[in-house]
C-alpha cells in the first residue's frame, strides 16, 4: 500500500518494474498522456501501438468513481479516444452551463447565487457564457476575471466582502494582440531597460547584506543573450517561446536547436514574428551541442522515464549551466542522484513537476506565463523590480497577475516544482534575488510541507537577506482536518506541526518577513511594500511603452471568432468530426440498423438519396453483373500485365481503370445521355438509328463482339427481369428496345449491350423513383455518375486478377512474336 496517494499511471510503473518480472508481465501496461494541447502526430509517432490496439481512456487523477461519473472510456480505437477526449477536456464551463439550465429550478427555489471567476486562455468567452446563462435563467451569477483576486470571491459569497456593482471589464483576449500606439515596432531600450535601473547598483534597505559564500552556480541564470535547446518535440511550447522572444525586441530566437531521438535529423518550420523560420532538430544531443556550442540552457520535455538518462547526458556538457525538467512522476532516488551532480557540476537545476520560470523581456521556459494574451496583460514582455519564486507552475501564473496589477512587474519568476526534492530551493533562488541589482522586492508563495521556509527566516534574522520579502505558505485549511491532508503536489504535506502552513506562517511574520492574513490579502501586501519602496525612491517607475504587435495564429483568432475564411474544400456527404460517422445525415449506426447494404450507402454518398429498397437492390445488381468478364478486356489485361511485373495493387488496378473510356466500359453516360436526349426529343426510334448512320456516328450501349440476338447476354436478361418487375416505369428502357429491334435486323451482334442498358435503366430509376426532381436526375446523369457504377463494379475485377496472378507466381509477361505483326517500310527490309 501506499502511504501518500499516487495517480494510477506511477503505481502501475512502480508494480510492473519492481515486483513483476516476466517480460510478459512487463510489456503488458502500455500508455500515452493527452493533454488539451496534444500534438497527435506527435504522440503517434511515440506511441505507434496506438493505431493497432483498442484502448482505454480516462483521467489519471485522484478521482473517485470515475466510471459512475463517466470518465471512463473503454474499448475504443484511436478515433474513439479523440471523440471521448472531446467532449472532457476543456468543456468545464459547457458542463457547468448545462448542469445550470438542468437544475435552474432547484437553485431558484434555494436562492443560490453563483460566484465564478476565472482565468488562463480566452477566459473572457467563459465568462460571457456564464454571463449569459445567467440572464437567461434569471439566477444570479457573478462574474469575474484577473483583474479580481482568484480568491476574493469567497469572501463575497460569504458576505465579508463588497460585490462590486460594475466589475471592470477585461479586455477581449485579441485586444492584448493590438498595439494600441499604431506603431509597428517600438525602441528596443525603452522596452527592455530595468524599470529601477536609475538605482540598479543600490541595495534595499539601507542594512548592509553579508557576503554570499560561493555555489559555484550562476546568480544570473537568462539574459536576452540566452540560448537553449529544448529536448523533446514540443512544438507549441517553442513557438510560445519565439513569440515571447519576439515582443521583448530580442535580437535573436532564444531556441537555438532541438532534441528528439525518434526522427532523423532535419528542419523544424516557426514563425518569428511575421517571418517563417527552420530551427534544426537533431537526433542525439551530441550533434546539438557540437553545433552550437552557445547554448547554456536546456529545456528537458522529456517523460518521466527518460527525463533522468537526458538530464544526466547533458550534464556531462560544460556548457550547460542551467536546466529545466517539466516531467513529473520521476523517483525521488533517481532525483536525489541529479540533484547531487548538479551540485557536483554547478548546474541549476529548475524542477522536476515544473512549468519552469521566467524572466521578463528576455527568455521564459516552455509554457511559463500561459499564452501571449496572458504575457501580454501581465506585462512579462519587460522586467519589473519583483522576483517571485513558488512551487506551483499555475499559482505562478497568478503571481503574474498579482503582481502585474499592484507593482511595476515582474522582474524573475521560478516554479520550482512540486516534487518532494526539487532540484533548486526556494533559497537557492531568494539568495540569487537578494545579489541581483534589479530585484528590489521578493515574493515567495510556499505550501504546506517541508521546511524550507524556515530558512528563509533564519536568513533574515542573519542578515544575509536584507531586501523586503513577502511571503505566504498555502494549505492552511489542512489545521481544519482531524487527519492527515495530502494536497495536490507530492511535498504538500505536513509530516509534523513544524511542517504545517499555519507554523510556517507565524515563524517568518516572526521573522520580520511580510505575512498576509490570508492568500486573499496577498496582492494588497505586495502593494503596500512596493509603494513604500516607490516612496523612498528605491524604486523608480517607468514610462510603459507598449510591445511590438505579434500576429496571432489563424486557429486561435478562427476560435475566437475575429477572422471568417473561405474553406478550401466542401462537402456534402460525410462528416467525420463527431462521436461516430455520418453518410448524408445518417449516422454509421443506423446504416447498419436499417440493413441498407452497398446499394444503400452508394445513394447516401453518390445521390445524398435515401433510395428505395428496389433502387438499393438494382446498384447492387449492376455491381455484380460489371464486376469482371475474363482476362481478355483490355482492362483485366492491363493489371494482369502489371501484376506481372511485379508492380503493386493501386498501380496494377490504376492501369486497367485508365482504360475505361467510350471504347471500353465507359458507355454507360453516353449511352445514358443518347438514349435520353433522342427520347426527350420525340423522335421515333426508327429516326433515331437513321440519323446516326446518316452523322456516321456509333450508337452507344449497341453492339457487342460475341454477343448478338441468337447468342444473348444473360447478364443483360437477369437485369432486364428485375426492372421489369420492380420499376414502376421504363420508358427509356423500352424506347432503347425498340432501337434494339432495328439495329439487330441489320446485324445481330447490334443487340443493346449490358452498357446501354444499364444506362438506359438508370436514368428511368431516377426520374421515376420519386427521389429526385427531373432536373435532379438530369445533372446527375451529365456530371457522369453512370460510369461511376462500371468503375466500382469493374475494380473488384480487377483486384481479383491481380491477386489471382500473385497467387498463381506468375513471371514477367512478354508478348510472343508470332502474335506481332511487323510491318516494316520495304526501303528498311532491303
Known sequence: MSAKAISEQTGKELLYKYICTTSAIQNRFKYARVTPDTDWSHLLQDHPWLVSQQLVVKPDQLIKRRGKLGLVGVDLNLDGVRSWLKTKLGAEITGIVRAIRDYQGPLKEHEVTIFVRRGGPNYQEGLRVMGEVGKTTGIPIHVFGTETHMTAIVGMALGHRPIPNQPPTAAHTANFLLNASGSSSTPAPSRTASFSESKADEVAPAKK??????????????????????????????????????????????????????????????????????????????????????????INFASLRSAYDSTIETMNYAQIRTIAIIAEGIPEALTRKLIKKADQKGVTIIGPATVGGIKPGCFKIGNTGGMLDNILASKLYRPGSVAYVSRSGGMSNELNNIISRTTDG????????????????????????????????????????????????????????????????????????????QFGHAGACANQASETAVA???????????????????????????????????????????????????????????????????????????????????????????????????????????????????????????????????????????????????????SGLLTIGDRFGGALDAAAKMFSKAFDSGIIPMEFVNKMKKEGRLIM???HRVKSINNPDMRVQILKDYVKQHFPATPLLDYALEVEKITTSKKPNLILNVDGFIGAAFVDMLRNCGSFTREEADEYIDIGALNGIFVLGRSMGFIGHYLDQKRLKQGLYRHPWDDISYVLPEHMTM
Open 701 to 703: 450501349g449497341i453492339g
Open 410 to 485: 515582474v522582474y524573475e519568476g521560478v516554479a520550482i516544482g512540486g516534487d518532494r526534492y526539487p532540484g533548486s530551493t526556494f533559497m537557492d533562488h531568494v539568495l540569487r534575488y537578494q545579489d541581483t541589482p534589479g530585484v528590489k522586492m521578493i515574493v515567495v508563495l510556499g505550501e504546506i510541507g517541508g521546511t524550507e521556509e524556515y530558512k528563509i527566516c533564519q536568513s533574515v534574522r542573519e542578515g544575509r537577506i536584507t531586501k523586503p520579502v513577502v511571503c505566504w505558505c498555502i494549505g492552511t485549511c489542512a489545521t481544519k482536518f482531524s487527519s492527515e491532508v
Open 504 to 654: 510556517k506562517n507565524q515563524a517568518l511574520k516572526e521573522a520580520g518577513v511580510f505575512v498576509p492574513w490570508s492568500f486573499d490579502e496577498l496582492g494588497e501586501i505586495i502593494q503596500t511594500v512596493y509603494e513604500d519602496l516607490v516612496a523612498k525612491g528605491v524604486i523608480v517607475p517607468a514610462q510603459e511603452v507598449p510591445p511590438p504587435t505579434v500576429p496571432m495564429d489563424y486557429s486561435w483568432a478562427r476560435e475566437l471568432g475575429l477572422i471568417r475564411k473561405p474553406a478550401s474544400f466542401m462537402t456534402s456527404i460525410c462528416d467525420e468530426r463527431g462521436q461516430e460517422l455520418i453518410y448524408a445525415g445518417m449516422p454509421i449506426t443506423e446504416v447498419f440498423k436499417e440493413e441498407m447494404g452497398i446499394g444503400g450507402v452508394l445513394g447516401l454518398l453518390w445521390f445524398q438519396r435515401r433510395l428505395p429498397k428496389y433502387s438499393c437492390q438494382f446498384i447492387e445488381m449492376c455491381l455484380m453483373v460489371t464486376a469482371d468478364h475474363g482476362p481478355a478486356v483490355s482492362g483485366a489485361h492491363n493489371t494482369i500485365i502489371c501484376a506481372r511485373a511485379g508492380k503493386d495493387l493501386v498501380s496494377s488496378l490504376t
Open 209 to 298: 547584506a553579508k557576503p554570499a559564500t560561493t555555489q559555484g552556480k550562476a546568480t544570473t541564470l537568462f539574459s536576452r543573450h540566452t540560448k537553449a535547446i529544448v529536448w523533446g518535440m514540443q512544438t507549441r511550447a517553442v513557438q510560445g517561446m519565439l513569440d515571447f522572444d519576439y515582443i521583448c525586441s530580442r535580437d535573436e530566437p532564444s531556441v537555438a536547436a532541438m532534441v528528439y531521438p525518434f526522427t532523423g535529423d532535419h528542419k523544424q518550420k516557426f514563425y518569428w514574428g511575421h517571418k517563417e523560420i527552420l530551427i534544426p532538430v537533431f537526433k542525439n544531443m551530441a550533434d546539438a551541442m557540437k553545433k552550437h556550442p552557445e547554448v547554456d540552457v536546456l
